[in-house]
């Protein structure tokens, strides 16, 4: 089945740091990818839309220039958090669409998550 | 998009079916019903989806109600592993992204 890797799975940082989170496709070509984020307690919210070669679409209320997005090849996109904040301390996760599918089901639009990047910002 | 709506929480015991409902009285003939969950601290998995007719695969069954504006998954014997928050969303199947509510945290009891 699809697999979609996330690094780091947790890290730790300064206020005022840079992070990069990256989100690869490990068996599969993803020219779109998504970027989530989760506060605890709550559900998953949209953050972006990660394009293969093209700029990402930002969601209303997303900072772009806060979160950076490069998306340079088919299987790998990136999500740089600027001048980190203890604020953005969060739970945050990529996705990809693949056409894999478990047995019984069309297969068609399904998402493979990565396990998730915990954010921690002192 | 259709929006839906889930029960906060259920609890089921061990070993028995878990229903797991979900209204989406608005949906639109091209939207389908994808079912997604979370474990703790972990990315959402895939679980089923389905149009109109029902639709089984080796982790759940997905019965659609005929006019279609409500659903439940059933979870046939649950397991303690399948303690999680579980998200319906209706989203037309052409469209990537997924958004999801608050879904209904799903407690397996020994």
């Avoid at chain 2, 999680?84 to 209904?104: K, L, P, S």
């Amino acid at each position: 089945g699809a697999v979609v890797s996330q690094h780091p799975s947790w890290v730790i940082c300064k206020s005022g740091t840079s992070v990069k989170i990256e989100c690869r496709s490990l068996d599969f070509q993803a020219t779109t990818m998504f970027w989530y984020r989760q506060f605890p307690k709550q559900s998953l919210m949209l953050m972006a839309t990660s394009n293969e070669g093209s700029k990402a679409t930002y969601e209303q209320g997303v900072e772009k220039d806060k979160f950076l997005i490069n998306h340079a090849s088919l299987t790998l996109s990136t999500l740089t958090v600027t001048s980190a904040h203890p604020e953005d301390s969060s739970f945050y996760i990529c996705s990809a669409r693949s056409n894999w599918g478990l047995a019984g089901s069309s297969g068609a639009n399904v998402l493979t998550f990565g396990a998730g990047s915990r954010l921690t910002v002192l | 998009d259709a929006k839906t709506t889930q029960p906060t929480s259920m609890d089921c015991a061990e070993g028995r079916a878990a229903n797991l409902p979900c209204n989406h009285s608005t949906i639109s003939g091209n939207e389908y019903v994808y079912w997604y969950r979370q474990i703790h601290s972990q990315g959402p998995q895939y679980i089923i989806h389905g149009l109109k007719n029902n639709e089984t695969n080796e982790m759940a069954s997905l019965i659609i109600t005929e006019d279609r504006k409500s659903s439940t998954l059933i979870l046939p014997h649950a397991t303690l592993r399948d303690t999680a928050v579980y998200y319906c969303i209706v989203r037309v199947e052409n469209n990537n992204d997924m958004r999801f509510g608050a879904g209904t945290r799903l407690t397996v009891k020994p």
